[in-house]
């Protein structure tokens, strides 16, 4: 797939131990840019003029279940949470602004040593699903869920990683009509 959209990126480690912040800059661009491809290519998804900004929130288990009962009231930590600037539907002309992606290392870690997955392959899958989340993709009805689930994960078979939902091999060879 080519190049899509430039996507900007402003990170801020707000709590918990997150190690080498420009490697993770690194991944987390790769990740964006590639779902911003995909968006702009595969789903028609518009794309401002300019670089628009996404900011990736970096926190621990604890801050997080604060973020989590404030604005969804489950007074527990989450794996990733998505703020958009804007209300958006897919398909819907966003800001210059997309908006946050909070990450919680602790659950972070916990889910992909459960899962038997590299932590880096897990933190790209969260990066891209929050990112679907400031599009407005949702998974609340199966439908909904059955869509964006088949873009994240041609989105990560596009860098070489496997399907989060279910295969153990990247699914590069997934028909457009399997969606």
Do not use: C
């Not at 990126?9 to 080498?20: K, N, Y």
């Not at 801050?63 to 527990?76: F, S």
């Amino acid at each position: 797939m080519s190049a899509g959209p430039e996507i900007s990126l402003e990170i801020a480690v707000e709590a918990g131990e997150w190690g080498d912040v420009t490697a993770l800059e690194a991944l987390a661009l790769a990740a964006l840019d590639a779902a911003a491809a995909d968006l702009a290519q595969r789903e028609g998804q518009p794309f401002p003029g300019h670089p628009p900004e996404v900011s990736l929130v970096l926190a621990d288990d604890a801050m997080m279940a604060g973020i989590n009962a404030e604005w969804r009231n489950q007074p527990k930590p989450t794996n990733v949470l998505s703020f958009p600037a804007f209300p958006l539907v897919p398909g819907g002309m966003p800001g210059p602004m997309f908006g946050d992606i909070i990450l919680a290392r602790e659950t972070i870690e916990r889910e992909a040593a459960e899962l038997g997955k590299p932590v880096d392959a897990h933190i790209t899958h969260l990066i891209v699903h929050g990112f679907l989340h400031l599009f407005g993709y949702d998974h609340i009805e199966n439908n909904d869920a059955e869509k964006m689930e088949a873009i994240e994960t041609r989105i990560l078979a596009s860098l070489g990683l496997s399907d989060p939902y279910g295969d153990t091999e990247p699914v590069l060879h997934r028909r457009d009509d399997d969606r």
